[in-house]
């Protein structure tokens, strides 16, 4: 067990006990020990929202829910079970998943795969597991070519500090016709989380893959780092469905990149309706000629919240393509900000992009924007972008409530429509999900 004094606060300490518990290889302990001594060496970002409430010093970095994972529901402890349903992840695993994994605050508590799936060779485990188990597999490729463990302040200490999270493996032509889902809930107050997601499709494969987050709301506030790393080989195709619904005093920053391979596709849909403070870019590095990546996603920013939030794509085959499409919706003076970047190198010849930014303000005191990045650098290159920020049409507002809605059904009808091409991007029962969290923002 842990110094209660120790659980606060990046140190060596801590990383050292979080390795030894976990009983994980020396090359592990090295990449925590080099990304902690990063961390210490750089200062923090001077771009984007105000990090000025984040206390790293009083934070507790590792918070084990002291069960053991199962793999039979009922073997899970009731308190914890009891969150889980709540938030109806067996309901959801019956009726529609090929496998879940749950994790609470540090550690995985449930993981199961369907027996269809392991006989055709995929791998589903939480990411302790997968360290212990395939080592040579996870170290090829934990923080390695995709996202390294230098690239900003956050990934450093991701890097350090990581615990649990989801490892997938999908085999050569193998179609995981079920989408796979982890669900990660933070409980403890002033806590940070750090979860590790590591996808790889290898050829011609196929996956989705939904990941949900929740906390509950404190006084004091919190942190989330988690870092996504997905390998889409040649002609493989992978989906990753985020729907996140942070308690409005946690830090939300989160790291999520992709490699793409030749005549293949990568689908980034993500919703975020909660967090006082989100920066969230999922990324794209087409590599491979011909590969293909989409970004859909919604955030709403309400009361005391900043949502800064976009996406990266970087263009290196040739005859590759890009779509970004961002909705974004302020309310009560919420500030959202849509951050992206478009950089096509010079051997991508025949490069296509599109980007295409929507914001809907709801009052007068709320702030949307849209701050793109271009950088093209050749000429046989198609890019175009659209952003557009307005007002709620009062005409249709009218004529809604003239039908017999109240004001809020109204704009909530009219919120509806605006999100529906993102909203119809999610399986069925996870659009429901989005549109219940998005009947509680209204």
């Given at each position: 067990?842990?110094?209660?004094?120790?659980?606060?606060?990046?140190?060596?300490?801590?990383?050292?006990?979080?390795?030894?518990?976990?009983?994980?290889?020396?090359?592990?302990?090295?990449?925590?020990?080099?990304?902690?001594?990063?961390?210490?060496?750089?200062?923090?970002?001077?771009?984007?929202?105000?990090?000025?409430?984040?206390?790293?010093?009083?934070?507790?970095?590792?918070?084990?829910?002291?069960?053991?994972?199962?793999?039979?529901?009922?073997?899970?402890?009731?308190?914890?079970?009891?969150?889980?349903?709540?938030?109806?992840?067996?309901?959801?695993?019956?009726e529609y998943l090929g496998g879940v994994g749950a994790q609470f605050d540090s550690g995985?508590?449930?993981?199961?795969?369907?027996?269809?799936?392991?006989?055709?060779?995929?791998?589903?485990?939480?990411?302790?597991?997968?360290?212990?188990?395939?080592?040579?597999?996870?170290?090829?490729?934990?923080?390695?070519?995709?996202?390294?463990?230098?690239?900003?302040?956050?990934?450093?200490?991701?890097?350090?500090?990581?615990?649990?999270?989801?490892?997938?493996?999908?085999?050569?032509?193998?179609?995981?016709?079920?989408?796979?889902?982890?669900?990660?809930?933070?409980?403890?107050?002033?806590?940070?989380?750090?979860?590790?997601?590591?996808?790889?499709?290898?050829?011609?494969?196929?996956?989705?893959?939904?990941?949900?987050?929740?906390?509950?709301?404190?006084?004091?506030?919190?942190?989330?780092?988690?870092?996504?790393?997905?390998?889409?080989?040649?002609?493989?195709?992978?989906?990753?469905?985020?729907?996140?619904?942070?308690?409005?005093?946690?830090?939300?920053?989160?790291?999520?990149?992709?490699?793409?391979?030749?005549?293949?596709?990568?689908?980034?849909?993500?919703?975020?309706?909660?967090?006082?403070?989100?920066?969230?870019?999922?990324?794209?590095?087409?590599?491979?000629?011909?590969?293909?990546?989409?970004?859909?996603?919604?955030?709403?920013?309400?009361?005391?919240?900043?949502?800064?939030?976009?996406?990266?794509?970087?263009?290196?085959?040739?005859?590759?393509?890009?779509?970004?499409?961002?909705?974004?919706?302020?309310?009560?003076?919420?500030?959202?900000?849509?951050?992206?970047?478009?950089?096509?190198?010079?051997?991508?010849?025949?490069?296509?992009?599109?980007?295409?930014?929507?914001?809907?303000?709801?009052?007068?005191?709320?702030?949307?924007?849209?701050?793109?990045?271009?950088?093209?650098e050749n000429a046989h290159t198609h890019a175009a972008h659209e952003a557009r920020v307005?007002?709620?049409?009062?005409?249709?507002?009218?004529?809604?409530?003239?039908?017999?809605?109240?004001?809020?059904?109204?704009?909530?009808?009219?919120?509806?429509?605006?999100?529906?091409?993102?909203?119809?991007?999610?399986?069925?029962?996870?659009?429901?999900?989005?549109?219940?969290?998005?009947?509680?923002?209204?």
């Open positions: 067990m842990l110094n209660s004094a120790v659980q606060f606060g990046p140190t060596e300490e801590l990383v050292r006990h979080i390795s030894a518990v976990k009983d994980e290889p020396a090359w592990m302990l090295d990449l925590r020990l080099n990304a902690l001594r990063l961390w210490q060496e750089t200062p923090m970002p001077t771009w984007g929202p105000d990090l000025s409430g984040l206390d790293f010093s009083g934070m507790s970095y590792f918070a084990d829910p002291l069960v053991d994972e199962q793999y039979s529901w009922s073997g899970v402890p009731k308190e914890i079970k009891q969150t889980f349903i709540d938030l109806g992840i067996p309901e959801a695993e019956r995985s508590v449930y993981h199961h795969l369907k027996a269809t799936l392991e006989a055709k060779g995929v791998l589903f485990e939480n990411m302790d597991t997968a360290v212990e188990k395939y080592p040579e597999l996870v170290r090829e490729y934990f923080m390695t070519s995709c996202v390294a463990i230098g690239e900003h302040k956050f990934a450093m200490l991701h890097a350090a500090c990581w615990s649990g999270g989801t490892f997938i493996y999908v085999p050569k032509g193998v179609t995981v016709e079920l989408p796979l889902q982890a669900y990660f809930r933070m409980n403890k107050m002033h806590s940070a989380q750090f979860e590790h997601t590591l996808i790889i499709a290898d050829e011609e494969s196929s996956i989705t893959y939904i990941e949900g987050c929740s906390a509950p709301q404190y006084t004091a506030s919190s942190l989330h780092a988690g870092c996504v790393e997905i390998f889409v080989k040649r002609n493989a195709a992978v989906r990753y469905i985020s729907v996140e619904n942070w308690s409005k005093n946690t830090f939300n920053l989160n790291t999520k990149k992709a490699i793409i391979g030749a005549d293949a596709r990568m689908t980034w849909v993500g919703g975020n309706m909660g967090s006082k403070v989100s920066m969230l870019y999922p990324s794209s590095v087409l590599l491979g000629d011909r590969g293909k990546s989409e970004a859909l996603s919604v955030v709403v920013a309400g009361a005391g919240q900043v949502q800064d939030v976009g996406a990266k794509v970087i263009h290196i085959g040739k005859d590759t393509s890009s779509m970004i499409r961002s909705k974004s919706i302020s309310k009560d003076g919420g500030i959202s900000h849509y951050r992206g970047l478009v950089k096509i190198l010079p051997m991508a010849i025949g490069a296509t992009t599109h980007v295409q930014c929507d914001g809907l303000l709801l009052d007068n005191n709320s702030i949307s924007s849209a701050l793109p990045v271009y950088k093209i307005g007002r709620v049409d009062m005409e249709a507002l009218f004529y809604a409530k003239s039908r017999g809605l109240s004001e809020a059904e109204a704009i909530r009808m009219l919120v509806g429509g605006f999100v529906a091409p993102i909203a119809a991007a999610l399986p069925l029962e996870y659009a429901i999900e989005f549109n219940r969290l998005l009947d509680l923002e209204f």
